[in-house]
């Protein structure tokens, strides 16, 4: 990325310390994510990685979510005990093909009809499944696998039509925001053409089945390769005077941020394939609060800031300076810190909880103007 707009970082800002934490007024709280729901309204959910040592029991994971009032999460695999223990629950959950059974998953219809029958439909709908993301950033991590992602993808679509459920059940795949080139200003992005190949029946597939584009984007490494280029402020959803917002010069649209530049640098790439009405999904967004020496903007006052700002945005429902009709709904990356993830030491701290579930940092959430608001009750409780 390379910003028209150069300003000199400043330090962060922050705001009130009045530690309004993901807690407060359940009440309200669920109603309105009832509300939410119905209208098909942006949610935050929360991805689930496992590499924790002494990771809570399944039952316990569960009673942690209900206590967090978290009602969406992604899940790296499809783990039974973990599903098994979502039953009855409101917490709706993307399940994954991780990229090591792409190959048998794309490669026989059979086996991806087992792959539904024993993750999906032995749940559905006592869990509530929302969606199966098939492997994760399989083009820019695995392209070896890349010529399976789409039998794979159309193999379980079809099991799901099988099973009568491909209206409720969505199946999409995670891409790396580096599938995008020239993605600033946004109105010059476009798709990497060695994936035309992939990208272009993805779409149609993601237009004809009401799917959305899944995409893992990260502001953090934004400023960690832009650094002086690209303000911290941007990154962090920090107000900003007019002067350093980004401009871009095509469309004159003004942003505030980067998440949503990277947003619609994805709506204008698709739209270059000629799709429109595919929505993006934001699977993976966050920021680590430890680094090593190398990593020093990894801080619990940046990831603090960071997470708690993104809340704000997708509640506040002001879309992307391209779209903002439309608000993307957001994973954060990660609920957990998953201390067995090999260095740098940011890999293993992305997370708003450590494993026993006591909080890294506290978020600070509180709506003004809106009529959400996010609350984790008193004590505690918060993959690249
Ligand atoms: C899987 O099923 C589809 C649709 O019926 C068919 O077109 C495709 O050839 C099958 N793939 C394999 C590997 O058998
Ligand atoms: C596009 O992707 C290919 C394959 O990963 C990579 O070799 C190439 O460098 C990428 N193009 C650009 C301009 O980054
Ligand atoms: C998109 O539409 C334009 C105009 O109809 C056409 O020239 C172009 O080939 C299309 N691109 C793709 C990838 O379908």
Same mark, same amino acid.
């Given at each position: 990325?390379?910003?028209?707009?150069?300003?000199?970082?400043?330090?962060?800002?922050?705001?009130?310390?009045?530690?309004? %934490?993901?807690?407060?007024?359940?009440?309200?709280?669920? $109603?309105?994510?009832?509300?939410?729901?119905?209208?098909?309204?942006?949610?935050?959910?929360?991805?689930?990685?496992?590499?924790?040592?002494?990771?809570?029991?399944?039952?316990?994971?569960?009673?942690?979510?209900?206590?967090?009032?978290?009602? $969406?999460? !992604?899940?790296?695999?499809?783990?039974?005990?973990?599903?098994?223990?979502?039953?009855?629950?409101?917490?709706?959950?993307?399940?994954?093909?991780? =990229?090591?059974?792409?190959?048998?998953?794309?490669?026989?219809?059979?086996?991806?009809?087992? +792959?539904?029958? !024993? =993750? #999906?439909?032995?749940?559905?709908?006592?869990?509530?499944?929302?969606?199966?993301?098939?492997?994760?950033?399989?083009?820019?991590?695995?392209?070896?696998?890349?010529?399976?992602?789409?039998?794979?993808?159309?193999? %379980?679509?079809?099991?799901?039509?099988?099973? =009568?459920?491909?209206?409720?059940?969505? #199946?999409?795949?995670? /891409?790396?925001?580096?599938?995008?080139?020239?993605?600033?200003?946004?109105?010059?992005?476009?798709?990497?053409?060695?994936? /035309?190949?992939?990208?272009?029946?993805? %779409?149609?597939?993601?237009?004809?089945?009401?799917?959305?584009?899944?995409?893992?984007?990260?502001?953090?490494?934004?400023?960690?390769?832009?650094?002086?280029? #690209?303000?911290?402020?941007?990154?962090?959803?920090?107000?900003?005077?007019?002067?350093?917002?980004?401009?871009?010069? @095509?469309?004159?649209?003004?942003?505030?941020?980067?998440?949503?530049?990277?947003?619609?640098?994805?709506?204008?790439?698709?739209?270059?394939? @000629?799709?429109?009405?595919?929505?993006?999904?934001?699977?993976?967004?966050? +920021?680590?609060?430890?680094?090593?020496?190398?990593?020093?903007?990894?801080?619990?006052? =940046?990831?603090?800031?960071?997470?708690?700002?993104?809340?704000? $945005?997708?509640?506040?429902?002001?879309?992307?300076?391209?779209?903002?009709?439309?608000?993307?709904?957001?994973?954060?990356?990660?609920?957990?810190?998953?201390?067995? !993830?090999?260095?740098?030491?940011?890999?293993?701290?992305?997370?708003?909880?450590?494993?026993?579930?006591?909080?890294?940092?506290?978020? $600070?959430?509180?709506?003004?103007?809106?009529?959400?608001?996010?609350?984790?009750?008193?004590?505690?409780?918060?993959?690249?």
């Amino acid at each position: 990325m390379a910003f028209t707009s150069m300003v000199s970082t400043v330090p962060v800002l922050f705001f009130f310390f009045t530690l309004l %934490l993901i807690s407060a007024n359940s009440s309200s709280l669920s $109603h309105n994510i009832k509300v939410q729901e119905q209208d098909k309204d942006p949610f935050v959910g929360f991805n689930i990685g496992t590499d924790v040592s002494n990771l809570l029991s399944p039952t316990e994971l569960v009673k942690f979510l209900q206590a967090q009032k978290v009602n $969406h999460v !992604r899940l790296y695999d499809a783990d039974p005990e973990l599903l098994k223990a979502l039953a009855k629950t409101k917490v709706r959950v993307i399940i994954s093909v991780p =990229n090591n059974q792409l190959l048998a998953i794309g490669s026989s219809n059979s086996t991806a009809a087992s +792959w539904i029958g !024993r =993750n #999906v439909v032995a749940y559905y709908p006592e869990t509530l499944i929302t969606a199966i993301s098939v492997g994760d950033e399989v083009l820019t991590t695995v392209p070896s696998s890349a010529p399976l992602l789409l039998p794979a993808i159309e193999s %379980l679509y079809n099991a799901l039509v099988a099973s =009568n459920l491909h209206t409720q059940i969505k #199946v999409s795949t995670p /891409h790396a925001a580096s599938i995008m080139l020239d993605t600033f200003p946004p109105s010059q992005a476009y798709f990497n053409q060695t994936w /035309h190949s992939i990208m272009v029946p993805l %779409l149609q597939f993601l237009s004809k089945t009401g799917s959305p584009l899944m995409m893992n984007l990260y502001p953090y490494y934004v400023y960690m390769q832009n650094k002086g280029v #690209v303000p911290l402020d941007n990154c962090l959803f920090e107000p900003l005077t007019p002067s350093k917002e980004m401009v871009d010069p @095509n469309t004159l649209l003004h942003y505030t941020n980067v998440l949503d530049a990277m947003v619609d640098a994805a709506y204008v790439s698709m739209k270059n394939l @000629n799709v429109s009405d595919v929505a993006v999904l934001v699977t993976e967004s966050g +920021w680590p609060s430890k680094g090593d020496s190398k990593e020093p903007y990894a801080t619990i006052d =940046n990831a603090d800031t960071y997470n708690s700002n993104l809340i704000k $945005h997708v509640f506040d429902r002001t879309g992307t300076p391209l779209h903002p009709e439309m608000t993307s709904s957001v994973y954060i990356y990660e609920l957990f810190n998953e201390d067995l !993830r090999a260095p740098p030491v940011s890999e293993a701290s992305w997370g708003l909880f450590y494993g026993n579930s006591t909080p890294v940092y506290l978020l $600070h959430v509180s709506g003004s103007g809106t009529s959400w608001k996010l609350h984790f009750p008193g004590k505690q409780e918060g993959r690249k």
